[in-house]
């Protein structure tokens, strides 16, 4: 059973950093991709970045682009979301998700596994 656990969230101030991880577990990505993407309340779930495993392909949204860095530990166990120059518009649950047939898109449809998400909040 595929089981992704998010941590490191929390309340900081804009212009400061946080690092989210993601634990998984029962999980091969098998060329498959990771992400995170965020959802803000009222809002629809967005794509943050994705990363392709075995290539170490990345690929961000604008929004992010220059300020967030996915990557993963060796062991393609854990996923982390390094986050600089944090902004009050990046206030959102931050989710984990897995199993990405296509690692060039942030659509969420294309990922099987999620976690329970870890909350950020950015005050301005």
């Known amino acids: 059973q595929v089981h992704l656990a998010e941590s490191g969230g929390g309340s900081v101030r804009a212009g400061d950093s946080l690092r989210l991880s993601c634990a998984a577990s029962?999980?091969?990505?098998?060329?498959?991709?990771m992400a995170w993407f965020r959802q803000a309340p009222g809002q629809e779930r967005e794509g943050v970045a994705v990363?392709?495993?075995?290539?170490?392909?990345?690929y961000y949204a604008d929004s992010v682009k220059g300020r967030f860095t996915i990557s993963q530990d060796s062991a393609k166990t854990t996923l982390y979301l390094q986050m600089n120059g944090l902004k009050a518009e990046d206030t959102a649950m931050y989710y984990c998700?897995?199993?990405?047939?296509?690692?060039?898109?942030?659509?969420?449809?294309?990922?099987?596994?999620w976690g329970q998400g870890t909350q950020v909040t950015v005050s301005s």
């Open positions: 029962g999980y091969t990505s098998s060329g498959k991709c």
């Open positions: 998700a897995a199993d990405g047939g296509i690692c060039d898109t942030l659509d969420p449809d294309y990922f099987g596994y």
């Open positions: 990363i392709r495993p075995d290539h170490g392909h990345t």
